[in-house]
């Protein structure tokens, strides 16, 4: 029995209909009051996950509506 995972070949000059574009995130800085830290910082530890990707999870969802 192969436990190996399948491989994936793919075409080193896709079609245009095909090609995927992958954007780096940019990396931003921002000032806030300590109060809105302090806030940030107590439901980042509340959800388990880090403070900057709290905030980047509330400015995304912000512009989106």
Same mark, same amino acid.
């Given at each position: 029995? /192969?436990? @190996?995972? #399948? $491989? $994936?070949?793919?075409?080193? /000059? #896709? ?11 940019? @990396?931003?800085?921002? $000032?806030? #009051?300590? =109060?809105?830290? =302090? &806030?940030?910082?107590? @439901? ?5 996950? =880090?403070? =900057? /990707?709290?905030? &980047?999870?509330?400015?995304?969802? &912000?512009?989106? /509506?």
């Amino acid at each position: 029995m /192969n436990n @190996r995972a #399948p $491989t $994936t070949m793919l075409s080193p /000059n #896709p079609p245009p209909n095909l090609q995927v574009t992958f954007r780096k995130p940019v @990396r931003i800085t921002i $000032t806030v #009051p300590h =109060s809105t830290h =302090s &806030a940030l910082a107590d @439901r980042s530890d509340q959800e388990g996950r =880090s403070l =900057s /990707n709290l905030a &980047a999870y509330i400015l995304e969802n &912000a512009l989106r /509506n």
